[in-house]
């Protein structure tokens, strides 16, 4: 298996954006190998970027440890926390102001609402989030939110920095069928304000959502082609809603397929046995893993 850092010879950027939350699985890796060889034969550079914003969550153990495993896979990245490059920091919890920048420019857009509900007012509001979709499962999915402190459409924020205390929700325009080409899945299409409703963009604790952080990043960093999990399909279409409002160009996407466990289960941080490390330690290789027979293992 090739490891060495592939020489750059086009505009092509993707990149791996793993949240430190837990240790690798086999998931992961296919994903991530999947996006080195995507960057690899474009000729295109590979961004490394921590997506540690979940401060709760996130580990500086965990952290080091997807560097260690991504590095022992094979894959190589050309910017990356431990390198550094031209479009760093590559911590999301040292890139605030790239975030705080995209806020003001949606709130000064009228694309946003302050929202004062809780998760607990939510989890009462709506009812279990959308499970078993067409192909995948999505069960990690932002609830649809019901709309309890949804404005009228032209009500206008008066203008504030609050930042903190309260959470923001992007205003979706309902009914709108929000359709992208998949390079990995071909066409796909969810419906504003059925398949998902207005989503958070920055959280009561002070902390923007991922799928600010996500654009902003991905705008910053210059990425042309995203590939990622099909968990994140649904995310796609906000973040053509999110891209749109900023004048950011979209890139392309190429999602991968879920690895599932014997139960039909997508593998989660909690299949520690599954984990990248605890498979190395059992003497697996990378081609190991990266073959098709795994799953079964679980
Ligand atoms: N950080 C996300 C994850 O580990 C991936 C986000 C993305 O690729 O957009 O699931």
């Not at 509001?125 to 459409?153: K, N, W």
């Amino acid at each position: 298996m090739a490891s060495i850092t592939h020489p750059v010879t086009s505009d092509y950027r993707g990149r791996l954006a793993p949240s430190p939350t837990g240790h690798l699985h086999v998931g992961h890796a296919r994903t991530f190998w999947a996006a080195y060889e995507r960057a690899r034969a474009a000729g295109g550079a590979l961004v490394f970027r921590m997506e540690d914003l979940d401060a709760q969550r996130s580990r500086d153990e965990f952290a080091n440890a997807a560097i260690e495993d991504l590095r022992w896979l094979g894959i190589r990245w050309q910017e990356g926390p431990d390198l550094g490059g031209q479009y760093g920091p590559y911590y999301q919890s040292r890139r605030r102001t790239f975030y705080v920048d995209v806020w003001r420019r949606l709130l000064r857009g009228g694309y946003i609402y302050p929202c004062k509900c809780s998760r607990k007012d939510l989890t009462a509001a709506v009812s279990a989030p959308h499970e078993g979709g067409s192909f995948i499962e999505m069960q990690d999915d932002e609830p649809l939110y019901p709309g309890t402190c949804r404005p009228a459409a032209n009500f206008t924020t008066p203008p504030t920095e609050m930042l903190e205390g309260i959470n923001w929700r992007f205003r979706v325009p309902d009914g709108e069928v929000i359709r992208f080409e998949d390079l990995a899945l071909g066409p796909v299409q969810f419906v504003a304000g059925v398949d998902f409703g207005d989503f958070l963009v920055w959280r009561r604790d002070g902390v923007p959502s991922y799928q600010l952080a996500c654009v902003a990043d991905d705008a910053a960093m210059r990425i042309t082609e995203v590939v990622r999990g099909a968990d994140l399909l649904k995310s796609t279409a906000r973040q053509i809603l999110l891209n749109r409002a900023l004048g950011f160009e979209n890139p392309k996407w190429y999602h991968c397929p879920l690895v599932v466990d014997h139960n039909g289960q997508r593998l989660a941080k909690r299949h520690d046995s599954l984990s990248l490390r605890a498979l190395r330690l059992q003497g697996l290789t990378p081609m190991n893993i990266l073959s098709a027979e795994l799953p079964g293992r679980v």
